[in-house]
């Protein structure tokens, strides 16, 4: 069993974390990247499918293709981040299930419908990019989530070649500039959202 983290990791994660629209100068890094998937990636999926797939995003031209592709102030957000990535979901994500989970190499046969495939990766790409989230946060980067955005043209633009992989959500990245966001919104207390029984 694990220990708990300290007072000082819950707010790094959780806490005092938040959502930011604009980031310092400092870069972010080939290294720094590989670093936050070698963690995101220790996360659970279902039957570690480790369906999401990522395109991450240093370089100017690249920012701007995507901005162009965004909506809203979302896409001026992107053009000044230090990084952008995409998060995408492989509806073939089976074709890799002999490698992942090796204890049943029939698993691949498990997830015969497209749709029920979608549905998977889907959910479970979803969950890895939480775990990007949590991932960049605990190494002490910032993120700036977002869904506005043509999922069509994005997945075409970046997901071309891999016409399986379709876009889920994209998000900035970078160390937050805390003038960039405004006060925290409320959050439930326990007995509005949740059922015990």
């Known amino acids: 069993m ?4 300290n007072d000082v990791a819950l707010d790094t994660i959780f ?9 310092t100068d400092q870069t972010v890094t080939q290294a720094d990247i590989e670093a936050i998937y070698d963690l995101l990636k220790m996360g659970p999926t279902s039957v570690n499918q480790q369906s999401a797939r990522f395109v991450w995003i240093l370089g100017q031209d690249g920012k701007d293709k995507l901005a162009s592709l965004s909506s809203g102030s979302n896409g001026e957000k992107i053009r000044k981040a230090p990084a952008s990535v995409i998060i995408g979901y492989d509806v073939n994500f089976h074709e890799h299930l002999p490698e992942f989970f090796p204890h049943a190499p029939e698993a691949k046969t498990w997830f015969p419908s497209e749709e029920g495939r979608r549905e ?28 506005g955005f ?12 891999q016409p399986g992989v379709k876009s889920n959500f994209i998000a900035t990245l970078g160390v937050g500039d805390p003038s960039t966001i405004h006060a925290r919104s409320p959050r439930p207390a326990f007995g509005q959202f949740n059922t015990v029984i």
Do not use: W
């Open 2 to 5: 694990g220990q708990p983290l």
């Open 150 to 161: 043509d999922n069509a043209k994005v997945d075409e633009a970046f997901f071309g070649d």
């Open 120 to 147: 998977q990766a889907f959910r479970n790409s979803s969950l890895q990019g939480a775990y990007f989230i949590i991932a960049a946060r605990a190494l002490g980067f910032d993120t700036g989530p977002m869904s």
């Open 15 to 23: 806490r005092t974390a938040r959502s930011y629209n604009g980031y």
